[in-house]
């Protein structure tokens, strides 16, 4: 039912084209309630089986890896059976256990200064997969942890629902997912694994609601992250010049949104997922429009949104490839004869591993600098031309 293979696109799968670094987001492999699902689950046991085939892949290569970890299984709420209500089985697959979070009295510390029972399972749980990616990728790979996904939605955390000991309001979910941050950057720093193992926000989606605002001010008045994560998808537009243009609207929409909070604009921000109908997201045709279910439509918008994002100065893209368990990044292979492509795939390049630092603006030539890991700066300038939004 996939109109359009990886290889029409790049490398969807993780593995590295000739001079290309693979990349890999998973948001499934390792979220508690997969990994945990009872308190005496073997989680070393369970990592390897999820989690290191991929990770193994990436390292191989050279790469980085994002893994959401967040989604508290029941037995976190006592084992009540009101915290596995049918939700969207992506959230958590048949545990459907992403619908609710610990309140922020549950982990609250303690009288005697003790952390609280929720907040000792959390704390124990990202300290075992800490403990497991230093252990074994610890100089060979970078890997990057987020604590929920699309919190922001419905179907990723559902405080409506009367679980007890789960937050109830939008400021409650808010506030425990801001302690459940604070906890896990807290483990990450007391077991020396920033070098390895570093934490980024919870995946966001791009819908600018109250809680989203919300988790970004907790933020800004106590950072506990180290980079910003968002979703981003469209489907507006009949071609693929007009859903590459819609896109780019909603990337460039979120950056200025997170620059109005002074700790944060300056953060790394990353793509953590994306679609475009590169790939269909019902499984079947339905949702597939005949103009853009091309591989030189998508080609076109796999190139574009790339190019888009490196401008408004994300530091990558990753796509869903409901396939694999996991989201990987496109890496785009030059192609003689092609301008566009091949000066993306020189790009990439040129650009690994280096975070964003800012941009100016002088009539229709923008010049954005990007700092390397060994501190040196790259500046890439970029003329706007033509309509089409596509740069």
């Given at each position: 039912?996939?109109?359009?293979?990886?290889?029409?696109?790049?490398?969807?799968?993780?593995?590295?084209?000739?001079?290309?670094?693979?990349?890999?987001?998973?948001?499934?492999?390792?979220?508690?309630?997969?990994?945990?699902?009872?308190?005496?689950?073997?989680?070393?046991?369970?990592?390897?089986?999820?989690?290191?085939?991929?990770?193994?892949?990436?390292?191989?290569?050279?790469?980085?890896?994002?893994?959401?970890?967040?989604?508290?299984?029941?037995?976190?709420?006592?084992?009540?059976?009101?915290?596995?209500?049918?939700?969207?089985?992506?959230?958590?697959?048949?545990?459907?256990?992403?619908?609710?979070?610990?309140?922020?009295?549950?982990?609250?510390?303690?009288?005697?200064?003790?952390?609280?029972?929720?907040?000792?399972?959390?704390?124990?749980?990202?300290?075992?997969?800490?403990?497991?990616?230093?252990?074994?990728?610890?100089?060979?790979?970078?890997?990057?942890?987020?604590?929920?996904?699309?919190?922001?939605?419905?179907?990723?955390?559902?405080?409506?629902?009367?679980?007890?000991?789960?937050?109830?309001?939008?400021?409650?979910?808010?506030?425990?997912?801001?302690?459940?941050?604070?906890?896990?950057?807290?483990?990450?720093?007391?077991?020396?694994?920033?070098?390895?193992?570093?934490?980024?926000?919870?995946?966001?989606?791009?819908?600018?609601?109250?809680?989203?605002?919300?988790?970004?001010?907790?933020?800004?008045?106590?950072?506990?992250?180290?980079?910003?994560?968002?979703?981003?998808?469209?489907?507006?537009?009949?071609?693929?010049?007009?859903?590459?243009?819609?896109?780019?609207r909603r990337v460039a929409k979120f950056r200025?949104?997170?620059?109005?909070?002074?700790?944060?604009?300056?953060?790394?921000?990353?793509?953590?997922?994306?679609?475009?109908?590169?790939?269909?997201?019902?499984?079947?045709?339905?949702?597939?429009?005949?103009?853009?279910?091309?591989?030189?439509?998508?080609?076109?918008?796999?190139?574009?949104?790339?190019?888009?994002?490196?401008?408004?100065?994300?530091?990558?893209?990753?796509?869903?490839?409901?396939?694999?368990?996991?989201?990987?990044?496109?890496?785009?292979?030059?192609?003689?004869?092609?301008?566009?492509?091949?000066?993306?795939?020189?790009?990439?390049?040129?650009?690994?591993?280096?975070?964003?630092?800012?941009?100016?603006?002088?009539?229709?030539?923008?010049?954005?600098?990007?700092?390397?890991?060994?501190?040196?700066?790259?500046?890439?300038?970029?003329?706007?031309?033509?309509?089409?939004?596509?740069?």
């Amino acid at each position: 039912n996939w109109p359009v293979t990886p290889g029409a696109v790049g490398s969807l799968y993780g593995n590295p084209d000739p001079g290309g670094l693979a990349s890999v987001r998973m948001w499934g492999s390792a979220i508690w309630c997969y990994v945990q699902p009872t308190p005496g689950a073997d989680v070393a046991a369970n990592l390897h089986a999820k989690l290191s085939p991929s990770l193994d892949q990436a390292a191989a290569a050279g790469g980085t890896a994002i893994v959401t970890i967040g989604h508290p299984a029941p037995w976190v709420f006592e084992n009540h059976p009101r915290a596995v209500a049918p939700t969207k089985l992506w959230a958590c697959g048949d545990h459907a256990s992403g619908v609710s979070i610990p309140s922020p009295a549950s982990l609250k510390p303690r009288r005697s200064g003790a952390p609280s029972v929720q907040a000792e399972r959390w704390a124990s749980y990202v300290g075992s997969v800490v403990d497991y990616i230093t252990g074994r990728y610890a100089g060979r790979l970078k890997v990057v942890l987020e604590t929920w996904n699309e919190p922001n939605l419905s179907s990723g955390l559902n405080y409506k629902l009367r679980v007890p000991g789960a937050a109830r309001t939008m400021k409650q979910a808010v506030s425990a997912l801001h302690t459940y941050d604070s906890i896990a950057y807290d483990v990450i720093r007391k077991k020396g694994a920033r070098g390895t193992v570093s934490l980024g926000s919870s995946a966001l989606f791009t819908r600018a609601n109250s809680f989203s605002t919300r988790y970004l001010n907790a933020h800004n008045n106590k950072r506990r992250i180290n980079a910003i994560h968002v979703n981003v998808y469209g489907f507006n537009g009949k071609n693929a010049t007009k859903m590459a243009a819609d896109w780019d609207r909603r990337v460039a929409k979120f950056r200025k949104r997170v620059a109005k909070f002074r700790k944060l604009r300056s953060l790394p921000m990353r793509v953590t997922e994306a679609n475009l109908n590169l790939v269909n997201r019902n499984g079947n045709r339905s949702n597939l429009r005949t103009s853009t279910a091309k591989p030189a439509a998508q080609r076109r918008l796999a190139t574009a949104t790339q190019m888009n994002a490196y401008y408004w100065g994300y530091s990558s893209v990753h796509w869903l490839v409901p396939w694999r368990p996991e989201q990987t990044a496109v890496h785009v292979r030059s192609v003689p004869g092609n301008p566009a492509r091949d000066s993306l795939a020189v790009l990439q390049g040129a650009l690994q591993g280096s975070t964003f630092a800012g941009c100016s603006q002088r009539k229709r030539l923008r010049t954005c600098t990007f700092v390397a890991p060994s501190g040196a700066r790259a500046r890439v300038l970029w003329r706007k031309s033509g309509s089409t939004k596509v740069r």
